[in-house]
């Protein structure tokens, strides 16, 4: 049980474009999903939390314009990271938090590793 | 004071050996203490969460809390090689009841055969 997925799992795009990754908790609904920026040899850094039917609130620093979270159920988020540039190269990882579950034990998805040229 | 330390490492023990990684916390009203491993290029796994002090065990694992001192450590008996990976310690936010997580910049961990 409490299986996040990610997808894509790696994306290569051209400056200037946006990219969107998605983010479903399998075998549970999650009132609450997360989304981290991991860079390399760091730990992780929390960008927003994205909760179901709400908009999604945005750590400090965190450009929610260039960031657009989109949590349309309780199995799917989403982010977008619009108008990609070289330093938005990272790796994007999702967490989910179970309805009814243990305060604050989240579930990870396995990341999606976005490359911009 | 970062809110979550922990020694980078790497730490390296024998196999068969107990690898025991630290990590100390600056909020002092935080109550969820997580564990989670991580490794090279894949994301985090959940290994233990500790809310009480004291220890908790679940196989191979041990973490330990101690609330007064403001300190949580994880304790792996009879490490195996595929033990190694980096280890991170999270600490819940406050005010807590977000699930809001602070991670340590976790502790690489190596078991060699």
């Known amino acids: 049980g409490a299986v996040v997925s990610q997808h894509p799992s790696r994306v290569i795009c051209k400056s200037g474009t946006s990219v969107k990754i998605e983010c479903r908790s399998l075998?549970?609904?999650?009132?609450?999903m997360f989304w981290y920026r991991q860079f390399p040899k760091k730990s992780l850094m929390l960008m927003a939390t994205s909760n179901e039917g709400s908009k999604a609130t945005y750590e400090q620093g965190v450009e929610k314009d260039k960031f657009l979270i989109n949590h349309a159920s309780l199995t799917l988020s989403t982010l977008t990271v619009t108008s990609a540039h070289p330093e938005d190269s990272s790796f994007y990882i999702c967490?989910?938090?179970?309805?009814?579950?243990?305060?604050?034990?989240?579930?990870f998805g396995p990341g999606t590793r976005l490359t911009v040229l | 004071q970062k809110e979550v330390e922990q020694n980078s490492g790497p730490l390296s023990v024998p196999e068969g050996a107990i690898a025991s990684l630290n990590c100390t916390y600056s909020?002092?009203?935080?109550?969820?203490f997580f564990w989670y491993r991580q490794y090279s290029g894949k994301s985090p796994e959940l290994i233990m969460s500790i809310y009480s002090n004291g220890d908790k065990e679940d196989g191979r694992f041990t973490a330990q809390l101690n609330k007064a001192s403001q300190y949580v450590s994880l304790l792996i008996r009879d490490s195996q090689p595929s033990d190694s990976a980096t280890y991170l310690c999270?600490?819940?936010?406050?005010?807590?009841?977000?699930?809001?997580?602070?991670f340590g910049q976790g502790t690489t961990l190596q078991v060699k055969p």
């Open positions: 999270a600490v819940e936010r406050l005010p807590g009841n977000t699930g809001k997580l602070i």
């Open positions: 967490s989910a938090r179970a309805a009814g579950g243990p305060l604050n034990e989240q579930f």
């Open positions: 909020d002092r009203g935080s109550q969820s």
């Open positions: 075998d549970f609904q999650a009132t609450t």
